[in-house]
């Protein structure tokens, strides 16, 4: 049974691509540092929100946060570098899928802020996030509005008609729910999307920074689910928000959340890597060492075949996903190929992961479904990501469209 403490291991990720020509210094810098760190971590890991909480402590102390802001506001490079992110996610997912999430959401929580956010703005929350004294939170999705944003019924009206005569009030009152927000009950801030002009449709969204304990926001309804991260609904009740916490234009936030979400997107495959990568580790230990009929598991042609689809499952994902990163980094290509790029990454990696960590499960038999058992764990940490940040679904849309436009 696991003790819930995250255990140093003496396993360690590939470090074979990052002589691809996808990578710079600077990144095989990250690869280099970032293992060594993370093994070095003893996060107790059975509270999540606790461990959440622990780990953008440490990711900001250990400046690896800094990947998460633009330069100017603390950063460690001069713009968010999506290449950065997929190496930093790929290798704590590999080592514990909980730091991942932490530094994940302090990226795409804040994210809508270092795209959209006015001088004051990024100055007021970045810094702090790049530390990790504020933990971030991006609240789009809704009971009724997932994959179809444009169905989100959170509103954003404007305060004027309850002020005092004579008074301003550049104010918006929020009425609405949003569901399984990540960090949701643990957030400092949220970057919330709610609906300025009810009947635009897409074109009627705007964004808007709502702090924590802001009244008529309760963020209490934590959700359950089968790998334990900080989930919960986000309810408004004529909560006040302040004009000048809008995130950039009015009705601009459904461009504002794609192109956060586009940023992030192939950073969601490069944490599916890691979690393949270790699953391929722990299957590779495990054939070496479990014996039977004389020899090890690893001697039989069957378990070989079988390591051998998992390394090219994993490596075929890499590729499409470091490519995806270099294109939106560099610019190559219009954005709907780099936008395809990002789709078809975070689709082949996460399920490509999917079906590496079943066969390593099922490699070690019984052992593998023991709770406690690091396979077991990946089993239930892969799931998810299948269907967060853009459903598998979603992403063959994209491609599927683009594939018969190009015909």
């Known amino acids: 049974m696991s003790t819930g403490i995250l255990q140093p291991t003496a396993l360690r990720p590939s470090t074979s691509h990052l002589g691809l020509p996808f990578f710079d210094e600077a990144h095989r810098r990250i690869a280099a540092e970032l293992p060594d760190w993370t093994n070095a971590q003893g996060v107790d890991e059975s509270d999540d929100r606790a461990a959440c909480r622990d780990w953008v402590r440490r990711l900001g102390a250990g400046g690896w946060l800094r990947y998460c802001v633009p330069g100017d506001c603390g950063g460690a490079l001069p713009q968010l570098d999506s290449r950065a992110l997929v190496l930093l996610r790929e290798t704590l997912a590999f080592h514990s899928p909980l730091a991942d999430f932490a530094f994940a959401m302090q990226g795409l929580g804040s994210g809508a802020i270092s795209i959209g956010g006015s001088a004051s703005q990024r100055q007021a929350y970045l810094p702090q996030v790049a ?48 569901t399984w927000i990540s960090n949701g009950g643990i957030a400092d801030f949220y970057c919330v999307f709610a609906k300025t002009d009810p009947a635009g449709g897409s074109r009627g969204i705007s964004a808007f920074i709502v702090d924590a304990g802001t009244p008529g926001l309760d963020d209490s309804a934590h959700i359950p689910v089968m790998a334990p991260h900080p989930l919960a609904t986000l309810v408004f009740e004529r909560c006040r928000v302040a004009g000048e916490q809008m995130l950039g234009e009015l009705n601009g936030g459904f461009k504002l959340a794609m192109q956060t979400l586009d940023i992030f997107r192939a950073s969601v495959a490069g944490a599916a890597l890691g979690m393949a990568r270790r699953a391929l580790a722990e299957a590779i230990a495990h054939a070496r060492q479990r014996r039977m009929f004389g020899q090890t598991l690893a001697d039989f042609q069957l378990t070989q075949a079988k390591l051998g689809e998992m390394a090219a499952l994993i490596d075929g994902a890499a590729l499409l996903t470091y490519r995806a990163a270099w294109l939106r980094d560099t610019g190559q290509g219009s954005p709907k190929e780099r936008s395809v790029a990002a789709a078809m990454a975070k689709m082949t990696a ?14 070690h038999g019984g052992l593998g479904v023991m709770v406690g058992r690091k396979v077991e764990s990946l089993y239930r940490d892969i799931r998810a990501l299948r269907i967060y940040e853009g459903a598998t679904e979603v992403q063959q849309l994209i491609i599927g469209k683009s594939v018969l436009q190009e015909a």
Do not use: H, W
């Not at 809704?142 to 509103?155: C, F, I, K």
């Open 131 to 178: 530390r990790g004294a504020r933990i971030a939170a991006f609240a789009l999705s809704e009971p009724e509005a997932g994959s179809d944003v444009a169905a989100m019924q959170l509103r954003a009206a404007g305060a004027r008609p309850d002020c005092v005569a004579g008074q301003k009030d550049d104010s918006y009152l929020l009425d609405g729910r949003k």
């Open 350 to 363: 996460t399920e490509n992961a999917q079906r590496v960590i079943d066969m390593a499960l099922q490699m």
